[in-house]
């Protein structure tokens, strides 16, 4: 029985233990010495009294950073990876959310970890991954740690936008990630054979579509440089170079090479299996790519970080009339879709016999987490009782997105209810963003113009306050990809009858808004 991630790496390591697991195309790491990296890590960390605790990882987008994510695990331990390009108050709402007594760093990144002690915004020690990866192993206080363990254990913490601008910590456990993979693996078809291209940063849930069937099947995964992803045309090549035959890329990165013809002049001529998920895709767009690949397998992932990153799928094994939106299909494997009719205090489930009725995305089943990490009163908003039934305590997580089945009883995503968006493959409160300008401003509200992908911060402040300044200061604040594109200061924000700021008017004047 599996319970435990690590049992995929154990058993891959013995089978194919000199194949390739992680490459970022200079450097790679085989599966023996992924294995061996991470029973030293956690072999270090046990001896040093960590366990069944938090840990941050502060590394460089590469395949030691992996490791360094397994080594956190064998020790009973969970990780929480932190952008090395995030701004430093950031990282410190993170920390302190976290309160990890133990960072682990590269090189590399040794002089930012040592400053984040020296401000008091980490109250643990730091731990190089160099010096971690010099202990032997120990494999008695391994496996007391495994032996110890249950599939209820968390893996990881990772952190998404949060309307109060503090982010939210979602904690996900064994159980959930080893459903996850059974079920896309299932879903999808992936193999020894398959090679991935990593896209995202590790530091998000996303890149469990290709870690995981990774460590299961000893497929290959190689890390695209992010400076690629400007450059379409060596993004392909590099593609072609490595045989990359499956991408889980999100859609923004998909359009920037159709977009620009380079599937004519450029094709990635090894792609199988294309996954796409995290924003709607534009038509025109995806109907480029089924035409210059009418081979591959298309597939659709939708889902939450909450319910362990992806929870349904759709393939692409049918025309789409030239209006239909592309469905995101059926659950996978132990997840349920609840679509519950607005209005009812959620005590109605919308069936498949009644297409185009429009209801939350609601969600049961292993795929739900275990939570906002150390944020009680988030996770009570968000996690809840199934209404449908009160006779036993079963959690359910309330996406807040805004669903309706098609006539081919395909769940099909309609929009949000709040002002939470995707954006570039990131998922934005943007209420964090108007949290973070508030101390520059008297009132702010950030819109989304998604006909041209970008952020439109509509505020009123002083003279004194000039879009340049309030741009400094949010970049002191936030992500590169949570900045808005503009900043636009009005005498007044428009309000609706009952006295709220008009949100929509705000987002049509954005989108005439050149």
Not at 1 to 25: C, E, H, W
């Given at each position: 029985?599996?319970?435990?991630?690590?049992?995929?790496?154990?058993?891959?390591a013995r089978r194919v233990p000199d194949k390739t697991a992680f490459s970022d195309g200079r450097v790679?790491?085989?599966?023996?010495?992924?294995?061996?990296?991470?029973?030293?890590?956690?072999?270090?960390?046990?001896?040093?009294?960590?366990?069944?605790?938090?840990?941050?990882?502060?590394?460089?987008?590469?395949?030691?950073?992996?490791?360094?994510?397994?080594?956190?695990?064998?020790?009973?331990?969970?990780?929480?990876?932190?952008?090395?390009?995030?701004?430093?108050?950031?990282?410190?709402?993170?920390?302190?959310?976290?309160?990890?007594?133990?960072?682990?760093?590269?090189?590399?990144?040794?002089?930012?970890?040592?400053?984040?002690?020296?401000?008091?915004?980490?109250?643990?020690?730091?731990?190089?991954?160099?010096?971690?990866?010099?202990?032997?192993?120990?494999?008695?206080?391994?496996?007391?740690?495994?032996?110890?363990?249950?599939?209820?254990?968390?893996?990881?913490?990772?952190?998404?936008?949060?309307?109060?601008?503090?982010?939210?910590?979602?904690?996900?456990?064994?159980?959930?990630?080893?459903?996850?993979?059974?079920?896309?693996?299932?879903?999808?078809?992936?193999?020894?054979?398959?090679?991935?291209?990593?896209?995202?940063?590790?530091?998000?849930?996303?890149?469990?579509?290709?870690?995981?069937?990774?460590?299961?099947?000893?497929?290959?995964?190689?890390?695209?440089?992010?400076?690629?992803?400007?450059?379409?045309?060596?993004?392909?090549?590099?593609?072609?170079?490595?045989?990359?035959?499956?991408?889980?890329?999100?859609?923004?990165?998909?359009?920037?090479?159709?977009?620009?013809?380079?599937?004519?002049?450029?094709?990635?001529?090894?792609?199988?299996?294309?996954?796409?998920?995290?924003?709607?895709?534009?038509?025109?767009?995806?109907?480029?790519?089924?035409?210059?690949?009418?081979?591959?397998?298309?597939?659709?992932?939708?889902?939450?970080?909450?319910a362990t990153g992806m929870s349904c799928w759709w393939h692409a094994d049918r025309a789409l009339a030239?209006?239909?939106?592309?469905?995101?299909?059926?659950?996978?494997?132990?997840?349920?879709?609840?679509?519950?009719?607005?209005?009812?205090?959620?005590?109605?489930?919308?069936?498949?016999?009644?297409?185009?009725?429009?209801?939350?995305?609601?969600?049961?089943?292993?795929?739900?987490?275990?939570?906002?990490?150390?944020?009680?009163?988030?996770?009570?908003?968000?996690?809840?009782?199934?209404?449908?039934?009160?006779?036993?305590?079963?959690?359910?997580?309330?996406?807040?997105?805004?669903?309706?089945?098609?006539?081919?009883?395909?769940?099909?995503?309609?929009?949000?209810?709040?002002?939470?968006?995707?954006?570039?493959?990131?998922?934005?409160?943007?209420?964090?963003?108007?949290?973070?300008?508030?101390?520059?401003?008297?009132?702010?509200?950030?819109?989304?113009?998604?006909?041209?992908?970008?952020?439109?911060?509509?505020?009123?402040?002083?003279?004194?306050?000039?879009?340049?300044?309030?741009r400094a200061m949010l970049n002191q604040r936030l992500p590169r990809y949570m900045m808005p594109a503009?900043?636009?200061?009005?005498?007044?924000?428009?309000?609706?009858?009952?006295?709220?700021?008009?949100?929509?008017?705000?987002?049509?004047?954005?989108?005439?808004?050149?």
């Amino acid at each position: 029985m599996l319970n435990n991630i690590l049992q995929y790496l154990d058993a891959t390591a013995r089978r194919v233990p000199d194949k390739t697991a992680f490459s970022d195309g200079r450097v790679a790491l085989s599966f023996r010495e992924l294995d061996g990296a991470s029973r030293r890590i956690g072999t270090a960390l046990c001896r040093l009294g960590y366990g069944r605790e938090p840990v941050a990882v502060l590394m460089q987008r590469a395949p030691a950073e992996i490791a360094a994510f397994l080594g956190v695990v064998r020790a009973g331990c969970f990780y929480a990876a932190l952008d090395e390009a995030m701004p430093a108050a950031r990282m410190e709402q993170i920390l302190h959310t976290l309160s990890p007594r133990l960072l682990i760093c590269d090189r590399h990144n040794r002089p930012r970890a040592d400053a984040l002690v020296a401000s008091g915004a980490l109250a643990g020690c730091v731990l190089s991954y160099e010096e971690l990866c010099l202990e032997e192993p120990d494999e008695a206080v391994l496996a007391a740690v495994r032996d110890a363990a249950v599939d209820q254990d968390p893996i990881y913490v990772v952190f998404t936008s949060g309307s109060t601008g503090v982010p939210k910590g979602v904690a996900a456990c064994h159980r959930s990630v080893l459903d996850y993979t059974e079920s896309l693996c299932e879903a999808i078809g992936f193999s020894e054979d398959t090679v991935f291209a990593n896209q995202t940063p590790l530091y998000f849930d996303a890149p469990l579509k290709e870690i995981m069937p990774t460590l299961k099947y000893g497929a290959t995964t190689y890390l695209v440089p992010k400076m690629l992803f400007s450059f379409p045309i060596p993004l392909c090549d590099f593609l072609n170079q490595h045989k990359v035959n499956t991408v889980c890329w999100v859609v923004s990165a998909l359009t920037m090479i159709s977009a620009f013809g380079v599937l004519d002049s450029h094709p990635p001529r090894y792609l199988t299996t294309v996954c796409f998920g995290s924003e709607v895709f534009p038509r025109p767009q995806y109907d480029r790519w089924r035409a210059a690949l009418p081979e591959a397998r298309f597939f659709n992932l939708y889902g939450p970080t909450e319910a362990t990153g992806m929870s349904c799928w759709w393939h692409a094994d049918r025309a789409l009339a030239p209006d239909e939106p592309i469905p995101v299909g059926r659950p996978f494997r132990n997840t349920d879709i609840l679509l519950l009719a607005e209005g009812t205090h959620g005590a109605r489930r919308i069936t498949p016999d009644e297409p185009d009725t429009e209801g939350e995305i609601c969600m049961r089943g292993t795929c739900v987490t275990l939570g906002y990490y150390n944020d009680p009163a988030r996770t009570a908003a968000a996690f809840v009782q199934n209404p449908l039934q009160s006779a036993y305590p079963e959690i359910i997580y309330r996406t807040g997105d805004i669903g309706r089945y098609n006539a081919h009883g395909e769940l099909v995503f309609v929009g949000r209810r709040d002002a939470q968006i995707k954006i570039l493959g990131h998922r934005v409160e943007l209420g964090e963003i108007e949290a973070a300008a508030a101390p520059a401003v008297r009132a702010a509200c950030c819109v989304y113009d998604g006909a041209r992908t970008r952020l439109v911060l509509y505020y009123t402040a002083d003279e004194s306050v000039t879009p340049d300044g309030l741009r400094a200061m949010l970049n002191q604040r936030l992500p590169r990809y949570m900045m808005p594109a503009l900043l636009i200061r009005l005498d007044a924000l428009p309000l609706t009858p009952n006295g709220k700021i008009d949100r929509r008017a705000l987002t049509e004047a954005a989108k005439a808004t050149d």
